[in-house]
């Protein structure tokens, strides 16, 4: 009999499919109360920096130029970080930046909603940049847990390919890649109803959810994953 692949409890279908429920409410918060934008990628911004520029908006690009960097940022540093982190042996750096994310959303739901939209928009923009380089395979599944577009092309590859193939596994990746964009859809509508009810505060709702994430990965390496501190998860 095949043994079952070992993965690390951050590579865990659970810890990505909270995320991906995070990342949509995440984004009906920036959209619905923080100035009608989405945070959890830049393909939009970058696409409006052109545009500015070919306009010859130089105030307008400028100002995409912060969401950007910030983006840009949080790759470098959920790049950097992991190493020293390593070395101290205490936590995995996956659970410690959910932690910190835990820690900003917290915060956001503080700042008051006359505030300029940017504090909050370029904070959503730095921790989604980390989570999205941190977290990128799910039991040895390329996934993404902030943004869907890569979900919806690899629903309809391995659709077709299962149906062509008749292959169970590549309609079971169908189905999670599927399981992965209803979630995100599923946090969105928790975010709306939040946010209709609670404006700003609503981003407390994915402070929520980053906690039970956190606990989880918090058990994994003080307990059942103890003593495995510097294994590597897939993808990196």
């Known amino acids: 009999m095949e043994k079952k692949p070992d993965y690390l409890e951050c590579e865990s279908s659970r810890v990505f499919r909270l995320l991906m429920l995070i990342s949509g409410l995440l984004g009906a918060f920036?959209?619905?109360v923080r100035g009608n934008v989405f945070c959890n990628a830049q393909t939009g911004?970058?696409?409006?920096l052109g545009l500015a520029l070919g306009d010859g908006e130089w105030g307008r690009?400028?100002?995409?130029?912060i969401p950007i960097t910030a983006y840009g940022l949080g790759a470098v540093v959920s790049e950097f970080l992991p190493v020293?982190?390593?070395?101290?042996?205490?936590?995995?750096?996956?659970?410690?930046?959910v932690g910190f994310e835990i820690l900003v959303t917290l915060l956001l739901g503080f700042v008051p909603d006359d505030a300029p939209y940017q504090?909050?928009?370029v904070a959503v923009?730095?921790?989604?940049?980390?989570?999205?380089?941190?977290?990128?395979q799910a039991e040895g599944i390329p996934m993404a847990t902030t943004f869907c577009t890569n979900h919806l092309r690899q629903a309809g590859v391995f659709l077709v390919k299962g149906l062509k193939k008749k292959n169970r596994d590549y309609l079971l990746r169908f189905l999670r890649h599927s399981m992965m964009i209803l979630l995100f859809v599923a946090g969105a509508v928790i975010g709306v109803i939040l946010c209709?009810?609670?404006?700003?505060?609503?981003v407390w709702g994915a402070s929520l959810l980053y906690v039970i994430v956190f606990l989880d990965l918090l058990y994994a390496d003080l307990k059942k994953e103890k003593g495995q501190l510097g294994r590597v998860p897939s993808g990196h």
């Open 61 to 65: 690009a400028a100002y995409l130029l």
């Open 45 to 48: 911004n970058i696409l409006l």
């Open 30 to 32: 920036t959209y619905t």
């Open 119 to 121: 504090i909050s928009q």
């Open 125 to 136: 923009n730095f921790i989604c940049s980390m989570q999205y380089n941190t977290f990128r």
């Open 84 to 97: 020293p982190v390593k070395k101290a042996g205490k936590l995995r750096w996956d659970t410690l930046l």
């Open 196 to 202: 209709r009810y609670f404006q700003g505060r609503a």
